[in-house]
């Protein structure tokens, strides 16, 4: 497994890192982040959603669990399984892993034992009070390319 940790100074360079790794996203991609609450999840997805092209406005899916974007250059599939428990099974969570989309899952851990080996996990914590620390993990090749070239732009996303 390959790990790549960026620090960011405040939102808008999480959301250019975020941008930046939209911009190397292909179908199929799944994403998985973890954080706390407040940590910068949302803000990332933004970010990403931004980096696919995605104008329409972008916030937590809490209480519908999946909300689905088709304007981008890609499709992009925002899950935030917190409030889920035993209810995934009945969502057919792996018709969106396996679509032409990009799956962005917020507290995937709550459905560790449905997501997929290959993935790349995405850790933000805070580091000051706007400040984070983001960990990329990349379990299985593609991811551990995506994380290569990532690691080829400065810690801004440029």
């Known amino acids: ?51 696919l092209g995605i104008t329409r406005v972008v916030n937590s899916p809490t209480f519908t669990i999946i909300k689905e974007y088709h304007d981008g250059s890609l499709p992009l599939y925002h899950m935030d399984v917190y409030r889920m428990e035993d209810e995934s099974e009945d969502l057919g969570l792996e018709e969106y892993f396996e679509g032409q989309g990009v799956c962005l899952i917020e507290w995937a851990h709550l459905i560790q034992d449905q997501l997929p080996a290959e993935r790349l996990q995405i850790v933000i914590t805070r580091a000051g009070d706007e400040a984070r620390d983001i960990t990329f993990t990349a379990c299985g090749t593609r991811y551990e390319t ?13």
Request: aromatic share 4%.
């Open 1 to 51: 497994m390959k790990t790549l940790q960026w620090r960011t100074k405040n939102p808008e360079e999480t959301k250019a890192v975020a941008k930046l790794a939209a911009s190397l996203a292909k179908p199929g991609d799944i994403l998985t982040l973890e954080g706390d609450l407040g940590a910068g999840k949302t803000t990332f997805t933004k970010g990403f959603a931004e980096g």
């Open 146 to 158: 995506l994380c290569e070239e990532i690691n080829k732009h400065d810690n801004t996303g440029n």
